[in-house]
């Protein structure tokens, strides 16, 4: 199978948390199958020789986005025109190939314009551009030998939670692979050993995050990838800063909506942690790793036990404080790690290592009970994730998230649920209103739910699309760019096949 992925990396914001412990969890309720209506598959040409790129793209959607880029294609009023960017800064990156490089470890550097290169690669793998992609592959090899990852910093095994903005370089590692591999096979001028130092610079950073994961198990408990957690270490109210708060949701009067207590535990699920879980994941499909396409696999069923309520309330909501005036600080983050999750289900899905037990598909009434001591050696003090009926998945999840959108004549909760009482609503109007996650998704869900969301139906309740800048990119090319363009992928059900 084929896979798509949305190229890495995550963090809204660069602020830096402490490393938290992590409160205990229950697990409770056997899992769900989450029932899905069929879906018709189309079949698919296959060729003998799987290309290196089939873990991003179908054939199908190579052909789209030729066409697309040759027309100008742009899905419609509120949305940005991504391929006429794409093909102004493939210009641009040739002025400067080497202008925009970034630099790894202690005293990073994650320039922005570094985007050049990514469009550059998405327009080389599907206009066949083979000048281009060997500028490419030229630039990410003097990127390779600039930044060993065999540094006495690398070495200190530093931590990919909060450390030295260790997502953002995790995010620009993604993009880095994957527009590798859009190109690899189009580029004529290195041979095998000079592409081996490249993809060995991939496993590299890898096996630096693996070494991380490490520290899981003093959490989950041992041997959680393969008998699940048995454990979840510390205990208490998670509070981030002294403006953010563990009682995240309030009605317009200003009391707590009970139930949706954030516990320390829950941190373990931070959209700084989970991107470079996103890297290792993709890296191990790439790579054929199953032990470590296991692990990931396995972190994103416990995001979804533990992290996501019934009603698919997400606990980043925690980070709702009065910062850079944005009342839906915690809706945002919520997206990021969405952003993220989705990558993951995405790759899962079409390489189909797993096809009885997809992502997308996973489903689970498990989750953290209030009150219990199973597993912690205080009653646990976070509001339940589960009550032991309502099925959870990242569908679900998405769901949730579409709700902060909506009033309540529409079946959403912008003008029932607020941060601070009243005085700040959460709702994402007109600021950043995504359509990338959802689009992604809505690739294998193929629901009209999900594609009224992310084409903003105003009939379904849904403000006019207008198009946003997050974090340094303009518009739906996801967290830090990690989907490089929206265009290549809203409006495409029809060009992906599982």
């Known amino acids: 199978m084929i896979v798509s992925l949305v190229l890495s990396v995550v963090a809204l914001s660069v602020s830096c948390s402490n490393e938290q412990e992590f409160d205990a969890m229950v697990i409770e309720e056997n899992e769900k199958v989450l029932e899905v209506e069929p879906i018709e598959e189309i079949a698919e040409e296959t060729t003998e020789e799987e290309k290196p790129y089939h873990y991003l793209f179908t054939e199908a959607a190579k052909a789209e986005i030729k066409r697309r880029i040759e027309q100008e294609y742009v899905t419609g009023p509120g949305f940005t025109n991504d391929f006429v960017t794409i093909k102004e800064n493939v210009s641009t990156f040739l002025q400067a190939p080497d202008g925009y490089r970034p630099v790894f470890g202690e005293f990073h550097y994650m320039p922005p314009n570094r985007q050049y290169m990514h469009h550059s690669a998405v327009y080389a793998w599907a206009m066949e551009e083979v000048n ?116 995240p949701l309030e009605n317009k009067n200003g009391e707590i909506i009970e139930g949706y207590e954030i516990s320390k535990g829950q941190n373990l699920f931070n959209n700084r942690i989970v991107e470079s879980i996103a890297y290792l994941h993709s890296w191990a499909i790439v790579n054929k790793n199953l032990e470590a396409e296991k692990l990931c696999r396995e972190y994103f069923k416990n995001a979804i036990r533990f992290g996501v309520w019934p009603d698919g309330t997400f606990w980043e909501l925690m980070r709702n404080e009065n910062v850079y005036n944005i009342s839906a600080l915690g809706v945002w983050y919520s997206m990021s790690t969405l ?160």
């Open 339 to 498: 952003s993220a999750l989705v990558r993951m289900a995405h790759t899962d899905a079409l390489k189909g290592n797993f096809p009885e037990d997809r992502l997308y598909d996973f489903s689970t009434t498990e989750g953290i009970i209030k009150g219990s001591t199973n597993f912690t050696e205080e009653p646990y003090p976070g509001g339940s994730t589960t009550d032991g009926v309502t099925p959870k998945s990242l569908k679900t999840f998405i769901i949730g998230q579409s709700k902060y959108y909506r009033s309540s004549d529409y079946g959403g909760w912008n003008d029932l649920r607020y941060y601070k009482g009243g005085a700040l609503n959460m709702e994402g109007v007109n600021e950043r209103d995504y359509s990338i996650n959802q689009a992604i998704a809505n690739l294998y869900y193929k629901d009209s739910e999900l594609s009224d969301w992310y084409l903003y139906d105003t009939s379904k309740g849904y403000p006019t699309k207008d198009s946003f800048k997050d974090g340094h990119h303009q518009g739906d090319s996801g967290n830090l760019g990690t989907s490089v363009a929206g265009g290549l992928w809203l409006e495409m059900e029809s060009y992906f096949f599982y």
């Open 132 to 247: 281009l992609a060997n500028h490419i592959i030229k630039e990410i090899l003097s990127t390779v030998s600039e930044n060993a990852f065999n540094t006495s910093f690398w070495n200190s095994k530093p931590n990919f939670d909060f450390e030295y903005s260790l997502w953002v370089q995790s995010s620009e590692m993604e993009k880095t692979k994957n527009s590798y591999y859009l190109i690899k096979d189009i580029q004529d001028k290195y041979n095998t050993e000079e592409l081996e130092v490249i993809e060995n610079w991939f496993s590299d950073y890898a096996n630096l995050i693996i070494n991380y994961t490490t520290k899981f198990d003093n959490y989950l408990g041992e041997d959680w990838v393969y008998t699940g957690p048995s454990r979840l270490s510390s205990e208490g109210l998670f509070q981030k800063t002294a403006t953010s708060t563990p009682f």
